[in-house]
């Protein structure tokens, strides 16, 4: 499976940001797709998931602001992030798998970098 994401950026806190996680290859594979993000000094954490039935995951950080999507027609998984914040500020990673719960050991993109000043 091939993971390419896009849609990162610079933006202002307060604003807003859709990322883009574009699927290719053995797609049958995949059950559950999530967002992680890496700020600089910390460990990957996951942000949000969700599985092919719709069950969603949600950091406690981000509730209420950001919301992930599947299209799967396009292969397309999405996140919507509202009300950015400086410490949501990190590189994003599309990340694919059986589970949620084993995203980490599934198959990775190359990572998007979001950046949100004060």
């Known amino acids: 499976v091939q993971l390419v994401e896009s849609g990162g950026g610079l933006v202002q806190a307060g604003g807003s940001l859709r990322l883009s996680c574009a699927t290719s290859?053995?797609?049958?594979?995949?059950?559950?797709m999530g967002w992680y993000r890496q700020a600089p000094g910390k460990e990957r954490e996951l942000v949000a998931a969700?599985?092919?039935?719709?069950?969603?995951y949600y950091a406690d950080s981000v509730k209420g602001r950001f919301t992930i999507s599947r299209d799967n027609v396009k292969n397309t998984l999405y996140l919507q992030m509202n009300s950015l914040k400086p410490e949501d500020t990190a590189m994003y990673y599309c990340?694919?798998?059986?589970?949620?719960?084993?995203?980490?050991?599934?198959?990775w993109g190359q990572g998007t970098q979001v950046t949100v000043s004060s």
């Open positions: 990340a694919a798998g059986l589970f949620i719960a084993t995203l980490r050991s599934g198959s």
């Open positions: 290859g053995s797609i049958f594979s995949i059950n559950a």
């Open positions: 969700i599985s092919s039935c719709g069950s969603t």
